[in-house]
Nanobody, 122 residues
Framework: QVQLVESGGGLVQAGGSLRLACAAS????????MGWFRQAPGKERELVAA???????NYADSVKGRFTIFRDNAKNTVYLQMNSLQPGDTAVYYC????????????????WGQGTQVTVSS
């Protein structure tokens, strides 16, 4: 069992930056692929970025060049650095985990955090 707790959301002006963090419980964090998803009102949950245990990464086209996902296995934490934020990035951001490999669909992930709100004002 893995428990995930997100932090770092908030309100920021367009062009600003935020760093989200997801702290995981358990001794096998390094074995998990981690993903950041987001869900805006009335829209489906979508993958923003993901990272494997070997630190290979995958990004949604809409965030490439602006967002960076990275992990610190010693701290059981995965981060999402978000730069040049736009109003379209406004959503609840969720951290998710699954064993070994990245997947792009939300249903492929076994464990989820409670979510953290990110609001970008214009």
């Amino acid at each position: 069992q893995v428990q995930l707790v997100e932090s770092g959301g908030g309100l920021v002006q367009a062009g600003g930056s935020l760093r989200l963090a997801c702290a995981a419980s358990g001794r096998t964090f390094s074995s998990y692929a981690m993903g950041w998803f987001r869900q805006a009102p009335g829209k489906e949950r979508e993958l923003v970025a993901a990272i494997t245990s070997g630190r290979s990464t995958n990004y949604a086209d809409s965030v490439k060049g602006r967002f960076t996902i990275f992990r610190d296995n010693a701290k059981n934490t995965v981060y999402l650095q978000m730069n040049s934020l736009q109003p379209g990035d406004t959503a609840v951001y969720y951290c998710a985990a699954r064993l070994r490999f990245i997947a792009t669909g939300a249903t492929a992930y076994d464990y989820w955090g409670q979510g953290t709100q990110v609001t970008v004002s214009s």
